[in-house]
């Protein structure tokens, strides 16, 4: 069982940065794929990114090139740098791993992040 918290969002103008944090506890970070997702209002929940212990990190089309994900082991961390943001990107951004094979199944509280033009 794994307990998720994320920070770190808040206001940012358009082409501007900011960077989620998310604390886990009760699994290491480093042995779990960790996934960011984010949902904006009446829509639906997208994937955004994901990390892994073995494979090279992966991100939808709509960021790639402008976030990255990274680990600090020390601090069972996983964040979530978003450089050059654009309004589109406001939304609710979500931290989420699984113990097991198949769908994400644990989740953060989430964090919104605004961006203004």
């Known amino acids: 069982q794994v307990q998720l918290v994320e920070s770190g969002g808040g206001l940012v103008q358009a082409g501007g940065s900011l960077r989620l944090s998310c604390v886990a506890s009760?699994?290491?970070?480093?042995?779990?794929?960790m996934g960011w997702f984010r949902q904006a209002p009446g829509k639906e929940r997208e994937f955004v990114g994901r990390?892994?212990?073995?494979?090279?990190?992966y991100y939808a089309d709509s960021v790639k090139g402008r976030f990255t994900i990274s680990r600090d082991n020390a601090k069972n961390t996983v964040y979530l740098q978003m450089n050059s943001l654009k309004p589109e990107d406001t939304a609710v951004y979500y931290c989420?791993?699984?113990?097991?094979?198949?769908?994400?199944?644990?989740w953060g509280q989430g964090t919104q992040v605004t961006v203004s033009s």
């Open positions: 989420a791993t699984k113990i097991n094979n198949g769908p994400f199944n644990y």
């Open positions: 990390i892994h212990p073995i494979a090279n990190p």
């Open positions: 009760g699994r290491t970070v480093s042995n779990l794929v």
